[in-house]
């Protein structure tokens, strides 16, 4: 193997762990919600500027910033499923993706309004320098990035399988009129639900600060691709988005790099359209694919 | 003989369509140029509206890609224009034969493998992007410079200096498309169309060929939001794949039907006529402050989408027909 | 002479047999009654044979003819009809247009559609409200108004799956006497039903299913004095006396 395939395989697996958060987050709350979310990469976004805005504006590192970002976004998650999310959680799915859809807009141009539509980008000092392992380059921000997203899933992985919320959280995802038997605060657990998929993603979002120049409608170029990893891993299957988060950032730079860019973002389009097809409920079996 | 709900519903259908019709034949008379734009930029968004609202609205087969539809009349004609000095006249025809060729394709695949509701929504973006990459990075489709279409002001070249004539003409093509739709409705096509998106499985058990007919709204659908592509071409002169397949013309297709009301005759026109005028208040209002338009477009469609499901005009016929909400 | 023949029928759900070899015969202009118990495979034998989805193996014979690979929609395109057992309206359609939707199937023209439209509304005496919307219909009107639609596809078979669920007393014997009405008019029917006395007071031959196969079959006294019959039936039979 060449050391530019193996370079492209290091950043495709750095990257793709961010892209995974990201489809976690959509994906656990497409599991709980049944909800296909079009608001997602606008919720990224976000998440990029309230690391900018902690970062620039009031000094913070922009690592520091994460936990005070990680708070704000379940604040917004859980917000913006009290409204409005909740109002069209049992219409047709148009309908939920029209209203996803009408509240990207506004996250987004909210940002335009604030932060105008210049490209941001923000240093982190003593990580302009790549780091060299043998012949290998990695940018620091993209290592720790990765290890922040080992962590952050940790943390998500606790939630829901060690903690009463969690228990919740995924006894509504299995079965609504089930845990609203055991008596459970469904409505409770939905915003909760939706304020953990925000946090996923906007910490996603908040780690790519450091590394990319960030605009307001950045998010939108993510948003699909969180849906490929999402549909390839099984909606709602919260493992499944982590493995195919991992394989798409491979694909990517690996195809990238033998065919260049816009064909590799024809083949993950590709890609999706026949495991649309061919598989529907993902790679890694079932998730909660909704009938109809 | 007709019932008294049938005939009252008719009549306020045709009574709106009239004034509607009327409004838009003055309206040029009294405007200048920038009023002029402005009812232009609406008769396109009412005409892409009337595309989606036959293949989603009436059918129900919710696409979230008509951009790619778009795109390809925008390109078909003005490739051949360009390469061939083909007449845009022939060319939109030429679009919208491959647009609807597209559409029964992408149609074909995922209603053969049974893909609804948000899956089939995404498979329609996914090809719509896939048609934006792949016109971006094709030199034979001329990249990312897109195309230039020189002016000439001439009937066969599809250029007027008059304004009022590009007006006319994309009133005629939502004329044509809205009666199309009109007799549609009232025939089996749209009685089918309907029944399927009620219930496809009851739709089939009587004899309802549900393959068919949705490939064949499919196809017509296209071919309007092809039409709609080639008039954009030739009106402003310039088209590249950021322009014409990105996934804000698939939403310029569907909000006019959401605010005004999808599968219903005057629903689109109506929304098209509220949303683009608000927005060039928002424009004139907000001067400076990019993005507050996109906010109440936002708004928009969030409120309507909670409060008034059925659109403006969908809730007023809903009623007449003795319907709850 | 049968007019529908379903011999052998297998159904598999992930390797849950739902019907166990299932055979029966429908003899043309009779009404057949298919009986059992909830759960006994009654509907998913019917589904086989109305081709909602396809038997696993087993072959359903229409007119001489092999039909089971064929559609719903091909089907009725030959004669044979179904209803639902929840009612399927069309509800943003008016109550004709949702019959006509059926009448296209034989019609040459619309006019043709919906004079058929409106003599099967007639027969199932819903013509006064033919204008209104079908969502706003009772579970009574809606259930006449779903046998109006398949008999608008002017069927020679017509399968009837529980029509009389959720029904009112006055109701259930209004279907009754408009089941015999359409049988006089010479359809065959293919009825499931699992209130006793409805299948024993409408049917000329009847098949009794228990957990996917065929326990007994005959004529209704016959089968209501089967032993077999009874032990299957004795809670049901008890409820309804």
Known sequence: MSIQVLQSLLDGILMGGVYALAALGLSLIFGVLKITNFAHGAMMTVGMYVVYALASGLGFNAYLALPFAMILMFVIGFLIQRFPIHYIEHAPAHNQLLLTLGMAYILENVLLVIFTPNYKTLTVDGFEKALRIGNLTVAPAKLVAFAVVVFVTGCIYFILYRTHTGNSIRASAQNDTGAKLMGINVRNIRAIAFGLGAVCTGIAGGLLTPIMSIYPTLGESFQLKCFVIAVLGGMGNLWGALLSGLLIGVIESLSSYYLGGSWSEMLIYGIFILILFVRPTGLFGRGNRREN | MEGEIVVKTKRVEQGTLLILLVIALIFPLLSERYMLSVGISILIMALLGQSWNIMSGYAGQFSFGHAAFFGLGAYTSSILYIDFNISPWVGMIAGMCVAALVGVLIGFLSFRYKLRGDFFALVTLAFAEILRVLFNNTKALKGATGILIPYKDAWKEFQFANDRIFYFIILGMVILATLFIGVMSRRKFGIFLIAIKENQEAAGSLGVPVLQYKLVAMAISAAIAAMAGTFYAQYYGFIDPTVVFVSSISVEAIVPCIIGGAGTLGGPLLGALVIIPLQELSNNLFEGINGMNMIIYGVLIVLFVVFCRDGIYGTVIRRLKGARS | ?241
Do not use: W
Not at chain 3, 40 to 53: D, M, Q, V
Not at chain 3, 150 to 165: C, F, G, K, R, Y
């Open chain 3, 1 to 241: 002479m049968e007019a529908l023949k379903a011999v052998d029928i297998c159904k598999s759900f992930r390797g849950n047999m739902a019907v166990n070899h299932a055979s029966m015969d429908v003899k043309a202009g009779e009404i057949t009654g298919l009986i059992g118990a909830n759960g006994a495979g009654k509907t998913t034998l019917f589904n086989c044979i109305s081709g909602y989805y396809p038997a696993t193996s087993g072959k359903v014979v229409y007119k001489g003819e092999e039909v089971q690979h064929k559609t719903a929609q091909h089907l009725c395109h030959m004669g044979i009809a179904r209803t639902f057992q929840i009612a399927k309206p069309f509800g943003m359609l008016s109550a004709l247009d949702n019959v006509a939707v059926g009448g296209y199937n034989k019609a040459k023209s619309r006019k043709e559609a919906y004079q058929i439209a409106e003599k099967s509304l007639e027969m199932v005496e819903l013509l006064d409200r033919k204008d209104n919307l079908a969502m706003l219909l009772n579970t009574g009107e809606q259930r006449r108004l779903e046998l109006a639609r398949a008999l608008a596809t002017q069927p020679e078979v017509l399968l009837l799956d529980e029509v009389m669920a959720g029904l009112t007393p006055t109701e259930s014997r209004e279907m009754i006497k408009l089941i015999k009405k359409v049988n006089n008019a010479g359809i065959t029917i293919l009825m499931i039903e699992h209130i006793m006395p409805v299948i024993m007071s409408l049917s000329n031959y009847v098949y009794v299913m228990e957990r996917g196969k065929m326990i007994a079959q005959g004529l209704p006294e016959e089968v209501a004095n089967n032993p077999k019959v009874i032990e299957s039936y004795l809670g049901k039979g008890l409820e309804v006396e």
